[in-house]
């Protein structure tokens, strides 16, 4: 399956990136201080990004029937976690990479020290921001806020980076590389789309199984385009060098099923995805849209 991503296929993620970032500038820099921990903090989260998460989170309100801005708070407290997620994903301890995004990743920038509290802090805010998330009830928020707080941590995203680093060096099945990737990466992606889900408090349970399957095969797609771009992609374009999962000997989609595996394997992830949404009409055409744009990204 060969898939082409348009200007006007990209436009929904566009429009949510210049939403989110304005969102969250305004927030960073309007309610912190202008102490070295709060300027690592917001030099961690405003320093680019496609911002895949929260659009998923506002295209999932989108496909429940609700306004997309009634999910714009969880959606930027989905992004405070992956940004801590990435500053201590790069420390020294962990991945020990120097760039991100084409510059100094936060423990160059600022120190090792520093990185970790901004990570931890940005943890912490996600939380804070998700519980005060506008026009939602109560028992609405504590149902985000469980749902974030699994997918970040031992069950989620923070196990799965455990499993990562043990799993470095060693050979993995399929199946074993599938339930690392599925806590480390698909997990945040999942919930993101669940919070988008969640805003709506009539939704039919069959749609957000749906939903949820959509998410669990679109997280898994991201991640086997992110390995095939460490092997094929530019450092230029991708932001951090290339190659850099191969030196570190870690096990990846490429280095199981091969290149041309790979890429059959992200095609059939996507085809679920797409599928999972057949149920839906045109008020789930951002996630679609989204599924296209990981199908074809370039970094």
Not at 115 to 130: C, H, I, K, P, S
Not at 142 to 154: E, F, K, N, P, V
Not at 255 to 274: C, E, I, K, M
Not at 277 to 292: K, M, Q, S, T, Y
Request: charged content about 25%; aromatic content about 4%; proline content about 3%.
């Amino acid at each position: 399956m060969t898939t082409t991503v348009t200007a006007t296929e990209t436009d929904f993620l566009e429009a949510c990136r210049v939403r989110i970032e304005a969102e969250l500038r305004s927030r960073l820099t309007t309610s912190r201080a202008g102490d070295t921990l709060s300027e690592a903090m917001a030099y961690s989260v405003l320093g680019g990004g496609k911002r895949i998460r929260p659009a998923l989170c506002l295209g999932a309100a989108l496909a429940v029937g609700q306004d997309k801005d009634k999910a714009l708070v969880p959606a930027c407290a989905v992004e405070l976690i992956h940004a801590y997620s990435l500053i201590h994903d790069d420390l020294p301890a962990m991945d020990d990479d120097d760039l991100r995004r084409g510059r100094a990743t936060t423990h160059i920038a600022y120190g090792e020290a520093i990185a970790v509290l901004a990570g931890d802090a940005l943890q912490a805010l996600a939380f804070e921001w998700l519980s005060e998330s506008p026009g939602l009830s109560d028992n609405v928020l504590l149902r985000m806020i469980r749902t974030l707080s699994r997918a970040s941590g031992h069950s989620g995203m923070v196990g799965g980076q455990a499993i990562d680093l043990a799993a470095v060096g060693q050979d993995l099945a399929i199946a074993e590389l599938e339930t690392m990737h599925r806590r480390k990466t698909g997990a945040l992606i999942e919930a993101s789309v669940m919070l988008g889900a969640l805003t709506s408090q009539h939704v039919a349970q069959e749609r957000l199984e749906a939903l949820s399957d959509y998410a669990r095969a679109l997280g898994l797609a991201f991640q086997v385009q992110d390995d095939l771009l460490d092997v094929e992609g530019e450092t230029v374009v991708i932001g951090k060098p290339r190659g850099s999962d191969a030196a570190r000997a870690k096990p990846t989609y490429p280095s199981l099923l091969g290149v041309d595996g790979a890429r059959h394997h992200l095609t059939r992830l996507l085809q679920d995805a797409r599928g999972s949404l057949a149920d839906f009409g045109p008020e789930a055409d951002a996630l679609r849209e989204i599924a296209d744009f990981v199908a074809a990204r370039t970094h």
